[in-house]
């Protein structure tokens, strides 16, 4: 199914083929780290990928509600 010259690299050791069934599993090849599986408790073992998306996320979400609370007060005082 691969074009010839993509075989052609493969064979020379220019370039690498994976199969993987899942996202997760393709992240884990292109970033040699593991991703992590869900403990009971809905958190990631520590430095794999998705403990750093989760830790990230909530971060990102911290900013948001700490920039909407102004804005939220501001309505309330009638400012513009």
Request: proline residues 2%; charged residues 35%; negative net charge.
């Amino acid at each position: 199914m691969l074009r010839e010259e993509v075989t052609d690299a493969v064979k020379q050791g220019k370039l690498h083929v994976y199969a993987a069934s899942s996202v997760d599993e393709g992240i884990e090849v292109l970033t040699d780290i593991d991703v992590g599986e869900e403990k009971e408790d809905g958190t990631y073992p520590e430095g794999s990928i998705n403990y750093k998306v989760d830790k990230k996320l909530k971060d990102m979400a911290a900013k948001l509600r700490q920039f909407a609370v102004p804005l939220a007060d501001e309505k309330k005082s009638g400012g513009s």
